[in-house]
């Protein structure tokens, strides 16, 4: 079984600039989920999507992050304009639904942004 | 709130000791914990869950854990450490409201491996 599967690996940007990570989850997996990962912290999550759907945004700094999955497979998230706090690395997960908290989620081996 | 604390930040071990990693989980509700590993560079593993039933879980690498409901507690444990267990050890409570679903991780333990 292929995991779960993001690009690129590694960026680096200045501030004010944009970027976009895109993520491939598991085939199959109707839940798909975005984490920030800031150096000496555990994961954050971002965004849960169930399908094409968004669940739970609730930690999502709206006013410079976007994220979508429009076919209910890929998903892209986006970062506009970046700041130096966002350097982290995003980890996309996914898992088979949502509905219940026994779902063990997958990880890809994530994104390291570096802001300069 | 849910929360989880992971009070050792590092950790050093000698190859062939026993370790144990603790967590501690603030959680309303009969918890699903989780212990994932994290290698330099790479996304988390899932070493092992607990969900119901018996206390001891078994996990993949030779880890085991032990659910402890009067201390709040989850701790992992190996009987004997190999040197490519060196990585960092993130210890998370799944919290669910029926529609969403979300873990909730502590800090991490950083595991060294000395020879």
Redesign the interface.
Known sequence: EAGVAQSPRYKIIEKRQSVAFWCNPISGHATLYWYQQILGQGPKLLIQFQNNGVVDDSQLPKDRFSAERLKGVDSTLKIQPAKLEDSAVYLCASSLRADNSNQPQHFGDGTRLSIL | AQS?TQPDIHITVSEGASLELRCNYSYGATP?L?W?VQSP??????LL?Y?SGDTLVQGIKGFEAEFKRSQSSFNLRKPSVHWSDAAEY?C?V???D??????I????TLLAVQP
């Open positions: 989880v699903y989780f994932y560079g790479q996304g988390l593993q899932l869950k969900f993130f998370a799944g919290a669910s029926g529609a969403t679903n979300k873990l991780f502590g800090t991490g």
